[in-house]
């Protein structure tokens, strides 16, 4: 459904991106239904119904605004934990920097190669989701990602893989305008741990499609840099097939802009799905957390688990909605977004929405915010804990909802160290 | 120890007196009993005691041996050696009990220039002294008194007690929501605490509690004030007389 108000015109952008050559007809086509899609419905723009809260302009702004590169930043988070490494550098797959991309029970193909072959799974896979996920919200910069985006990969998953695979995204160039598109494939009982990391770009447009196949599972984990001045407008498409399970987790320090969409569909029974995110920023921070879960088949539970730690300006936005079809019923619906506000400066903007056509489900929402509460911080004080540190461990405490759904307790350890960094750094 | 000079107390929020020039004094290695009726202030002269903000003193002192108390942040007067049981321990979900207790150990340590304890002396110190208050493992593994009974909740403040070690205890109606047996455990780990340089102001209401801790010293307080003090025995004639005979004799 366009909105009925006009929308700014979105060739400009188009026509910065010029249509990759070369690549096979099916590719080409889904690259071509893509652009006549954001021609016709056009680019965002404040009077859209879900970016009411999020100003699009620097996302949709040319040439993007540069961002100062954080040269100390090298995501060390996840060394302890054995990888295959696939960096990228400033949107662009860096070869010479990364781990060969060979892993028992994976197939990893670069985009720009699978694009040009017939791969069968891909050429189903490609733009599938993403064009699903349209309806009935569009998604413009997603859909820019599958008109033009020519770094990333295909990976398909046939087995247990041996070791996650770790995504990594390196920044050199504080002006670099990058795209980068995956297609993930997981078949039946198959299982992969996914790790991004890092700013990526000055700006940043991701997408990432995963199809989760039978009792598969897909585990997803990501950081998306301490840079400042970067925007990102990044989306997640998962379907799930019978008895599937996505777990994805975001965390998100500092960053000017960040908008993170999730659209999940259940397509088959009993299976499992939940996003979560951790954000803490303060200041020129602005961070979005987008999420459309439809349930469209029997016993699938869904949860949606939010926190966001703001201060000194920062705005929080998070537009959550659960639709449940006439066929899903037994759903089990669930979801939460909070938000700690550090000071009087800072906001949060939630729009909580359930959609439900089916007449035995069990779902709820729900969404706060609120300061640190006092009688908490006295009994810290009381004890001898100094205010400071007694509000992070607050904070912390405050988050840790969201991290809780961080399977792998490593990583999840990780992500704790990270963000008391983030506080110890912010304590000076 | 503990020397509280004609303090004068009102709440922020509303223009109103609650302490009223409360005098009292405590030496080293003394439990002090304060009583009174519901309203009388007890709990109010804990919180300004311990630093709670919301409370405006206008007169007098408190101070802990020659530290200005009034002049130090919350977390100032427990490294100073104050500490205070809460009536109602506050749950703080999502930070673990054996968290909380090893960052306000070496919090405290750290700023008397002490060394931090480390984490296999720490967890050494902290089972011994929980085994006396039978607390288990899962207790100290849990978040912060989240789904503690009542009984758990004064426990874990006296375990706190015991591992922080402060030398001026204040405990806030510390029997309030226990059972007999459940008293009994708190106060046999109050008593093992009781020594030479550890003071004790013990504010109850009922007189029960002093059967378990004896006191040297009972004050009775009434609306904002001090009316009376003397030995135990005034804690007697309060459990034969109720509050109401005393308030009329002071008067």
Known sequence: ?428 | MLNVENLHVRLEEEDKAILKGVTLSVGAGEVHAVMGPNGSGKSTLSYVLAGRDGYAVTEGSAALDDLDLLDLEPEERAAAGLFLAFQYPVEIPGVGNMTFLRTALNAQRKARGEDEVNAADFLRLVREKARTLNIDGEMLKRPVNVGFSGGEKKRNEILQMAVLEPRMCILDETDSGLDVDAMKLVAEGVNALRSPERSFLVITHYQRLLDHIRPDVVHIMADGQIVATGGPELALEVETNGYADLLKSVA
């Not at chain 1, 979105?10 to 010029?18: H, I, K, S």
């Not at chain 1, 799905?273 to 979005?288: E, K, L, Q, R, S």
């Open chain 1, 1 to 428: 459904m366009a909105a009925p108000a006009p929308r700014p015109e979105a060739g400009g952008l188009l026509d910065a991106w010029p249509a990759p050559e070369g690549e096979a007809g099916w590719a080409a086509a889904a690259r071509r239904r893509a652009a006549e899609r954001l021609l016709a419905r056009g680019a965002p723009g404040r009077r859209d119904e879900y970016w009411r809260f999020t100003n699009p302009a620097s996302l949709l702004a040319l040439p993007a605004a540069s961002a100062e590169v954080l040269a100390e930043d090298a995501t060390p988070i996840f060394e302890a934990i054995d990888r295959l490494r696939l960096v990228f550098l400033d949107g662009v797959f860096a070869p010479e920097l990364s781990d060969s991309p060979e892993l028992d029970g994976v197939e990893i193909e670069p985009l720009s190669s699978a694009l040009t072959k017939d791969i069968h799974w891909a050429r189903e896979a490609f733009g599938a989701l993403e064009g699903r996920g349209q309806e009935p919200v569009d998604r413009p910069f997603a859909t820019l990602n599958t008109a033009r985006a020519r770094e990333g990969f295909a990976i398909r998953v046939t087995g247990r893989a041996a070791r996650p695979v770790s995504l990594v995204y390196l920044r050199r160039d504080a002006g670099a305008d990058a795209q980068v598109r995956h297609v993930l494939r997981l078949e039946a009982g198959a299982d992969l741990t996914l790790i991004e990391s890092g700013a990526g770009a000055a700006r940043f447009n991701q997408v990432l499609e995963a199809e989760i196949g039978e009792g598969a599972a897909l585990h997803h984990v990501r950081t998306q840099g301490r840079d400042h001045g970067r925007r990102a407008a990044t989306a997640l498409f998962a379907r799930l097939g019978r008895a599937a399970t996505f777990k994805s987790f975001t965390l998100t320090l500092n960053g000017r802009l960040t908008r993170n969409e999730a659209v999940i569909e259940f397509a088959g029974d009993d299976a499992v799905a939940h996003v979560a995110g951790a954000c803490v920023g303060d200041g020129d921070f602005h961070h979005d957390d987008t999420v459309f879960v439809t349930h469209g088949a029997l016993g699938c539970e869904s949860r949606q688990v939010f926190k966001k730690v703001l201060r000194a300006g920062a705005v929080g936005v998070f537009q959550g909605k659960i639709l449940v079809q006439p066929v899903a019923q037994k759903t089990d619906g669930y979801q939460i977004s909070q938000a700690l506000l550090l000071d009087d400066d800072s906001q949060f903007l939630a729009k909580p929405e359930l959609e439900i056509y089916a007449d035995d489900v069990a779902c709820s929402h729900g969404s706060t915010c609120g300061a640190v509460d006092e009688h908490m911080l006295f009994y810290l004080t009381s004890r001898g804990i100094p205010r400071a540190e007694a509000e992070e461990l607050l904070v912390l405490a405050f988050l840790d909802e969201a991290i809780a759904e961080i399977e792998d307790a490593r990583i999840a350890a990780g992500m704790r160290e990270r963000l008391a960094a983030w506080l110890a750094r912010r304590r000076g």
